[in-house]
């Protein structure tokens, strides 16, 4: 049964979550490339709004009203029956999706902003609930802030739970290493759609209701911006990963849906591979640069046409050269990447090189990577040579984390499920990670102190016996400043 929300304030109807699948689909959510003096507010609705507006100001007063702009999201789709999907997209009908966007400019560093969204549509005014967030310090500021990591949700069965732990720890940020759903298409998944499926072991679970959940004092994209990462479940057509005729075709290859969910990270829109998929921005004394590192296929890696890489990450490519460029330009104290796939791990995926792969003309049916490991050969000495402190990463739904040359990687994303096995081989550099544990669910929350970036693990799981042990921390360490 959906939830929904009354709220009455001068005399005009407040719609929450009833609203899903009619007027309003999600509550606002917060996006910025310079969190210290903008923001923007970010809201979808199930039809074209004759006007939107945002009022906002340092108390709850307001006293400033930003307009907001309209865009329709294209590409989602309700599902062809009630009981189901079509495997084919198209055979789907498409839903239209408004993007109301009210940027916030000329905001006060680290200050605290109310604000709240409204939505006239017809002869319908709806005003949503008050919410509240504060801008980041300026950059190479000292002030501190704490943010927690996130991954891989995709409907997971303890997403609920372990997001709400990760909302509860006064954070200022969310950062987000890819996977947020499973087929960014299928609009059920993003939040619920009157008549549209969604699996019965899945209700509830949807992205949008997972990460706005406000219940137990529970404070997430209301109130602070996300700073996400694709994953390989951010592509728009997932059979790209299992039909090796579609792998092979770099026309299939886009990330739209994604892309205009976070339009304001993105302004240039470029969908198609090897598009501008990456992003950097300054909080406080951190830079964080968010990457498109992914892939996956289900078939022999050196089976034609090999698993191939989304965007590229060759020493040439669009995006190695604008990181170098930003790693080059930075002045921050602290630089933070996040970036979907693992720079290393245990397991068998990690045997397979993050290169393109080549077809062997003397062997058509045999895909060979001349050029070895780019994460290892390519990104990692960038990382070393510029002063980055920390990775992050997903993908494996696993925790662990490892020191190498001065920089931690780190995979926190045990969400509900692991895809590890006791056996797993260690990552072919033979290092083994300092730090894991992927026996029970868990969030990471990192705050900014004197002496460094202090990380805490987070049990988000009791140990299935009545001896509840959530919130604990397991793993903490810190991160100092790196020393060229």
């Given at each position: 049964?959906?939830?929904?929300?009354?709220?009455?304030?001068?005399?005009?109807?407040?719609?929450?979550?009833?609203?899903?699948?009619?007027?309003?689909?999600?509550?606002?959510?917060?996006?910025?490339?310079?969190?210290?003096?903008?923001?923007?507010?970010?809201?979808?609705?199930?039809?074209?709004?004759?006007?939107?507006?945002?009022?906002?100001?340092?108390?709850?007063?307001?006293?400033?009203?930003?307009?907001?702009?309209?865009?329709?999201?294209?590409?989602?789709?309700?599902?062809?029956?009630?009981?189901?999907?079509?495997?084919?997209?198209?055979?789907?009908?498409?839903?239209?999706?408004?993007?109301?966007?009210?940027?916030?400019?000329?905001?006060?560093?680290?200050?605290?902003?109310?604000?709240?969204?409204?939505?006239?549509?017809?002869?319908?005014?709806?005003?949503?609930?008050?919410y509240h967030f504060k801008t980041a310090p300026a950059?190479?500021?000292?002030?501190?802030?704490?943010?927690?990591?996130?991954?891989?949700?995709?409907?997971?069965?303890?997403?609920?739970?372990?997001?709400?732990?990760?909302?509860?720890?006064?954070?200022?940020?969310?950062?987000?290493?890819?996977?947020?759903?499973?087929?960014?298409?299928?609009?059920?998944?993003?939040?619920?759609?009157?008549?549209?499926?969604?699996?019965?072991?899945?209700?509830?679970?949807?992205?949008?209701?997972?990460?706005?959940?406000?219940?137990?004092?529970?404070?997430?994209?209301?109130?602070?911006?996300?700073?996400?990462?694709?994953?390989?479940?951010?592509?728009?057509?997932?059979?790209?990963?299992?039909?090796?005729?579609?792998?092979?075709?770099?026309?299939?290859?886009?990330?739209?849906?994604?892309?205009?969910?976070?339009?304001?990270?993105?302004?240039?829109?470029?969908?198609?591979?090897?598009?501008?998929?990456?992003?950097?921005?300054?909080?406080?004394?951190?830079?964080?640069?968010?990457?498109?590192?992914?892939?996956?296929?289900?078939?022999?890696?050196?089976?034609?046409?090999?698993?191939?890489?989304?965007?590229?990450?060759?020493?040439?490519?669009?995006?190695?050269?604008?990181?170098?460029?930003?790693?080059?330009?930075?002045?921050?104290?602290?630089?933070?990447?996040?970036?979907?796939?693992?720079?290393?791990?245990?397991?068998?995926?990690?045997?397979?090189?993050?290169?393109?792969?080549?077809?062997?003309?003397?062997?058509?049916?045999?895909?060979?990577?001349?050029?070895?490991?780019?994460?290892?050969?390519?990104?990692?000495?960038?990382?070393?040579?510029?002063?980055?402190?920390?990775?992050?990463?997903?993908?494996?739904?696993?925790?662990?984390?490892?020191?190498?040359?001065?920089?931690?990687?780190?995979?926190?994303?045990?969400?509900?499920?692991?895809?590890?096995?006791?056996?797993?081989?260690?990552?072919?550099?033979?290092?083994?990670?300092?730090?894991?544990?992927?026996?029970?669910?868990?969030?990471?929350?990192?705050?900014?102190?004197?002496?460094?970036?202090?990380?805490?693990?987070?049990?988000?799981?009791?140990?299935?016996?009545?001896?509840?042990?959530?919130?604990e921390v397991f793993d903490e360490f810190v991160i100092?400043?790196?020393?060229?």
């Open positions: 049964m959906r939830r929904f929300l009354l709220f009455c304030a001068i005399g005009i109807l407040l719609i929450g979550n009833a609203a899903y699948g009619r007027e309003i689909y999600t509550e606002p959510y917060l996006a910025s490339l310079a969190p210290f003096q903008s923001m923007n507010v970010i809201w979808l609705t199930g039809e074209s709004a004759d006007e939107a507006w945002v009022d906002f100001g340092e108390t709850e007063q307001y006293g400033q009203k930003t307009r907001a702009a309209q865009f329709e999201i294209k590409g989602m789709r309700r599902s062809a029956r009630p009981d189901g999907y079509d495997d084919d997209p198209e055979k789907n009908p498409e839903v239209p999706v408004f993007q109301q966007i009210g940027e916030l400019e000329n905001l006060k560093p680290a200050t605290k902003y109310f604000y709240r969204v409204t939505t006239k549509i017809g002869d319908k005014t709806i005003t949503g609930s008050p950059p190479n500021s000292d002030l501190p802030f704490k943010f927690v990591l996130l991954s891989d949700l995709q409907q997971k069965n303890q997403v609920l739970e372990t997001v709400r732990m990760a909302g509860q720890q006064d954070a200022d940020f969310v950062l987000f290493a890819g996977d947020l759903q499973n087929v960014p298409w299928k609009i059920g998944e993003w939040f619920p759609v009157d008549g549209c499926f969604i699996a019965p072991e899945e209700e509830g679970k949807e992205w949008f209701t997972v990460m706005q959940q406000t219940r137990d004092s529970t404070r997430l994209l209301q109130y602070m911006p996300i700073f996400p990462a694709p994953g390989n479940h951010e592509a728009d057509d997932q059979r790209i990963w299992t039909d090796k005729e579609m792998a092979a075709d770099p026309s299939r290859k886009t990330l739209s849906i994604y892309m205009q969910l976070f339009r304001p990270l993105y302004p240039e829109q470029q969908a198609e591979r090897n598009g501008k998929h990456w992003y950097s921005a300054d909080y406080g004394n951190m830079r964080i640069i968010s990457l498109s590192i992914f892939r996956w296929h289900p078939w022999d890696p050196y089976e034609a046409p090999g698993w191939i890489l989304f965007d590229d990450i060759a020493p040439d490519s669009p995006q190695v050269t604008w990181l170098e460029n930003d790693l080059k330009n930075k002045s921050s104290r602290y630089t933070w990447v996040v970036q979907h796939w693992h720079m290393l791990n245990r397991g068998a995926e990690v045997w397979v090189p993050m290169s393109e792969p080549l077809i062997d003309p003397a062997k058509p049916d045999r895909a060979v990577y001349p050029y070895g490991d780019h994460c290892w050969n390519v990104l990692r000495p960038l990382y070393e040579k510029y002063g980055v402190n920390a990775v992050n990463f997903g993908h494996s739904h696993v925790y662990e984390r490892y020191l190498i040359n001065n920089v931690h990687y780190i995979e926190a994303a045990t969400i509900g499920n692991n895809y590890r096995d006791e056996d797993d081989p260690l990552h072919f550099s033979g290092i083994a990670p300092i730090f894991e544990q992927n026996g029970f669910r868990s969030c990471m929350i990192v705050s900014s102190t004197p002496e460094g970036l202090v990380a805490r693990a987070l049990r988000a799981s009791d140990d299935g016996n009545g001896n509840a042990r959530t919130g100092a400043p790196f020393n060229k």
